[in-house]
């Protein structure tokens, strides 16, 4: 089987435990305005690859992956469920640690056919790595373009599947870095059983040259760089967000 691929990276390190094999796929519904990818939000365009190929070249550096593996991301690699089902079948047949970095906005539990592909991939998946753009409902759609419903869902479901779950949060400011909103964050994520991580990520403005290329105007035009030292504080929000939830989720 064949997966539209955008491209590959040897030794990703800040996706998944240990050093990684990234297998960045082509297509994604979502329209983050800080994306750093928008070259892979095309669902048809990127290379057809068979899961063999991808395999062989994790294999000519697979001293390089010990305590890693392969990391699927995008674009949105839940667009292409039956390529990563695959992919994962052949990477567990030689023990190969598997993540899936998603933002989520595929999930369809409406559709049973769909949630049983699902079920065969994350039998298969050993992490995922769930980026949470927003957590207010409307403010996520001015982000993002697309609601968050489906995305929060998706975190409970893998919660309930006893799935490994490592959460991103980009803090923007001006747009993600509210306090009243990273709290809510923190409490939502807090009743997730199987939560193993939490990465806050400052802002950065390092894609927006690919906008200029690609002639997509740049929708946070303006906005400055997160300040690393206060995304520290953020996170701290985050946190309290969770403990609090714990601690009521304790008390019964």
């Known amino acids: 089987m064949s997966g539209r691929i955008h491209?590959?990276?040897?030794?990703?390190?800040?996706?998944?435990?240990?050093?990684?094999?990234?297998?960045?796929?082509?297509?994604?519904?979502?329209?983050?305005?800080?994306?750093?990818?928008?070259?892979t939000?095309?669902?048809?365009?990127?290379?057809?690859?068979?899961?063999?190929?991808?395999?062989?070249?994790?294999?000519?550096?697979?001293?390089?992956?010990?305590?890693?593996?392969i990391t699927v991301t995008g674009g949105e690699p839940l667009m292409q469920v039956d390529f990563l089902t695959e992919l994962f079948t052949a990477a567990k047949e030689k023990n190969i640690h598997t993540c899936i970095d998603s933002s989520g906005i595929a999930f369809n539990p409406e559709n049973s056919m769909w949630m049983e592909k699902l079920d065969r991939l994350l039998a298969l998946t050993d992490l995922v790595m769930l980026d949470i753009k927003h957590i207010d409902p409307e403010k996520h759609k001015e982000l993002t373009a697309q609601p968050?419903?489906?995305?929060?869902?998706?975190?409970?479901?893998?919660?309930?599947?006893?799935?490994?779950?490592?959460i991103r949060h980009v803090v923007v400011p001006g747009i993600t870095d509210d306090d009243t909103y990273l709290y809510k964050l923190g409490y939502f994520i807090g009743g997730l059983k199987t939560l193993k991580a939490l990465d806050v990520l400052p802002y950065h403005t390092m894609g927006k040259v690919k906008y200029e290329k690609l002639g997509i105007p740049y929708k946070l035009e303006g906005v400055e760089p997160m300040d690393k030292n206060k995304v520290i504080e953020k996170?701290?929000?985050?946190?309290?967000?969770?403990?609090?939830?714990?601690?009521?989720s304790e008390a019964g």
């Open 41 to 69: 939000w095309e669902m048809n365009a990127g290379t057809l690859m068979e899961v063999g190929e991808i395999i062989e070249q994790y294999e000519r550096n697979i001293s390089f992956y010990k305590g890693g593996g």
């Open 235 to 248: 996170k701290q929000v985050i946190l309290d967000g969770i403990r609090a939830r714990r601690k009521d």
């Open 7 to 39: 491209s590959l990276e040897s030794f990703g390190t800040v996706d998944g435990p240990g050093v990684r094999f990234v297998v960045f796929v082509q297509g994604c519904p979502m329209r983050c305005a800080y994306c750093h990818n928008p070259d």
């Open 148 to 166: 968050n419903d489906r995305i929060l869902a998706f975190a409970e479901y893998l919660s309930e599947k006893d799935v490994p779950i490592w």
